[in-house]
């Protein structure tokens, strides 16, 4: 469950391309099997700004709470607030209707040094 178009990191986020230098943001299939059956999500607010690495929102799981990161730095300008009544939504279809965010990215190319599928397969074969 490693959708061959798209960009990852290694903290679990999974980035497609959304409009022009725009890139809708979500978690891997992988990182929510190892959160389990998710019960809530805190989202920035539409026109916060992010910096690539930092925190910008949590999951909260039946195990844990883990954080989410930043894959890029940019302007969210879009939030899925159907995760506010659905947040299992994120369980169901991590790569649909599970998205998190849209970022507007300060630098488009920057999306092109993170994982590539191939890579991201890598990193949890050996996790």
């Known amino acids: 469950m490693i959708p061959e178009d798209l960009r990852y990191t ?8 959304a409009e022009a230098g725009a ?10 099997e190892a959160l389990g059956d998710i019960v809530f999500v805190q989202l920035p607010e539409v026109g916060a700004t992010v ?5 910008f929102g949590e ?17 969210v300008v879009a939030v ?16 649909g209707d599970g998205w998190l965010v849209v970022l507007k990215a300060d630098d488009p190319a920057a999306v092109d040094t993170l994982l590539d599928a191939a890579a ?3 990193l949890t074969e050996n996790s």
Request: proline residues 7%.
């Open 10 to 17: 290694a903290e679990h986020e999974w980035l497609a391309p």
């Open 80 to 95: 899925n607030g159907a995760l506010d009544a659905t947040p299992e939504a994120i369980n169901t279809d991590p790569y």
């Open 120 to 122: 991201y397969r890598e």
């Open 23 to 32: 890139f809708k943001v979500g978690i891997t299939h992988f990182a929510q």
């Open 59 to 75: 999951v909260e799981s039946t195990k844990s709470v883990s954080e989410i990161y930043a894959p890029v730095s940019g302007e």
């Open 51 to 55: 910096k690539a690495g930092d925190s």
